[in-house]
């Protein structure tokens, strides 16, 4: 890795806050302190957001960016996805879901290829990238698919809250039936390897039960506690994890509680995202765990009511680029094992 991490941004979908917020990302001297950013997305769209010349960023095209050598100072990947002149603000749109997950494509392969040290993404529009024909059903399931990564899953951080999920994009009624002792010991392990590199130290892990109580030995639900949940911590002990669990899911997240655990693994997406938002929503990042590549996001969607206002709050993913250069740093330092 070099002095300072290269961090691919990816600009999210062009009709929401994406372009106004890694704008503001590329000039911040704060960022620029850091890191050296990386921009995919379109450069008609960040002049049309800007409604002024890049300046002093320079602009690539995509086949130009392939053969650049040691990058030294922050540029723009002009993708050419999408006509600038064409977008309406705020506006569900096919052509901007199809634009901003071209977006990740290039930035993926540029991680992959070694030519940036991790990618930062701006927010995508589910409906819009839907609607273009992309399936898939967030940033998490697009980077596990190309990444070729064999296990992957979500964590929600910040300084005052880490969870990570079992289950994510999935109906209350199917969290069961995707439940296994595997898929829990996967995400314990990967939680811990991940706070490994943000601590530079071991961390302390517990995990949520599934039912209220934490099922009350069966009361509630259908033993899905001893199962899945019980198994997995006692393989985790095994490994030398300092991992507790299965907690009540409704205590542990009280202030005192929570402050024993650096990351709580939650069985499904609200179990970890309405305690996290309450607390964080506004310094939180998200964080794809078990990929070949460094990807951290804004915990935040594309705010079409505020687009290209200029009333967008970079705040979110100013925290998303120091957690991927901690990140970065802790790899380069070895603590990814």
Known sequence: MNAKPILGLTMGDPAGIGPEICLRAMRAPSVLKMCTPVLFGDAGVLERVSKKSLGDLPVLRQADFARVGQIKAPLVVDCGAIDAKKIKPGKVSAACGRAGYIYIEHAIAAALAGKIDGVVTAPIHKESLNLSGVKFPGHTEIFTALTNAPRSC???????????????????????????????LNVIELTAQTMRLMLQREPRIGVCGLNPHAGEHGLFGQHEEEKFVEPAVKLARKKKLNITGPLVPDAVFTTGQRKKYDAIVTLYHDQGHIPFKMLAFDTGVNITLGLPIIRTSVDHGTAFDIAWQGKAEATSLFSAIKVAVDLAVGKAKGFDT
């Open 154 to 184: 979500m964590m929600l951080y910040s300084d005052k809250l880490t969870v990570s999920m079992a289950t994510t994009h999935i109906g209350y009624c199917e969290v069961p039936k995707k439940l296994s002792v595997e898929r829990v």
